[in-house]
């Protein structure tokens, strides 16, 4: 019986190729050609409407998140689908499951040279979720800060 992609079930140590399609808000999802979608583990954005769950939300507003998110994984092709998401054509991402599987389409993803979701947060687009923040991603966004010559992330923005 074949499953949709979305349903796939990986382990917390399986890794897949994630190529960008499309991106719906800053934190995702992002449609990958693959036919999975992938949500940003660990860090919250405001919503396109300016909305925010929960308190940690940034300053910067939800389209300006998208944006970012656009630039960081891909490059717009101008067009956008008829549910608003932004079309792009980006590289391959290696994304690996959240150990918070809660959600199972929670990723930390990396474009070979940085971490997508601590490079969201260090741009000042995301905060990171106090639970990302002390578990893994302070693991990975502290290896990505020390490898790029310490930029020091630190806890900007944590909830």
Same mark, same amino acid.
């Given at each position: 019986?074949?499953?949709?992609?979305?349903?796939?079930?990986? $382990?917390? #140590?399986?890794?897949? &190729? @994630? $190529?960008?399609?499309?991106?719906?808000? %800053?934190?995702?999802?992002?449609?990958?050609?693959?036919?999975?979608? &992938?949500?940003?583990? !660990?860090?919250?954005? +405001?919503?396109?409407?300016?909305? @925010?769950?929960?308190?940690? @939300?940034?300053?910067?507003?939800? &389209? /300006?998140? *998208?944006?970012?998110?656009?630039?960081?994984?891909?490059? +717009?092709?101008?067009? =956008? #689908?008829?549910?608003?998401?932004? +079309?792009?054509? %980006?590289?391959?991402?290696?994304?690996?499951?959240? /150990?918070?599987?809660? +959600?199972?389409?929670?990723? =930390?993803?990396?474009?070979?040279?940085?971490?997508?979701? @601590?490079?969201? &947060?260090?741009?000042?687009?995301?905060?990171?979720?106090? /639970?990302?923040?002390? !578990?893994?991603?302070?693991? *990975?966004?502290?290896?990505?800060?020390? /490898?790029?010559?310490? #930029?020091?992330?630190?806890?900007? %923005? #944590?909830?």
């Amino acid at each position: 019986m074949d499953m949709p992609p979305a349903e796939i079930v990986v $382990t917390a #140590t399986s890794a897949y &190729v @994630c $190529t960008p399609v499309a991106v719906q808000s %800053g934190d995702g999802p992002i449609h990958c050609a693959e036919g999975r979608k &992938v949500t940003l583990a !660990g860090i919250a954005v +405001r919503r396109i409407d300016g909305g @925010c769950s929960g308190d940690a @939300c940034p300053d910067a507003s939800g &389209v /300006a998140a *998208r944006a970012a998110l656009v630039q960081l994984v891909g490059e +717009r092709n101008g067009s =956008w #689908t008829a549910n608003g998401m932004r +079309r792009i054509s %980006g590289a391959p991402l290696t994304c690996r499951p959240s /150990a918070d599987r809660s +959600r199972k389409t929670d990723m =930390w993803c990396h474009d070979g040279e940085k971490q997508i979701n @601590c490079e969201m &947060v260090r741009l000042g687009y995301a905060t990171m979720l106090r /639970a990302g923040w002390l !578990g893994e991603g302070a693991a *990975r966004c502290r290896s990505d800060d020390e /490898a790029d010559g310490g #930029t020091q992330l630190a806890m900007r %923005g #944590t909830r």
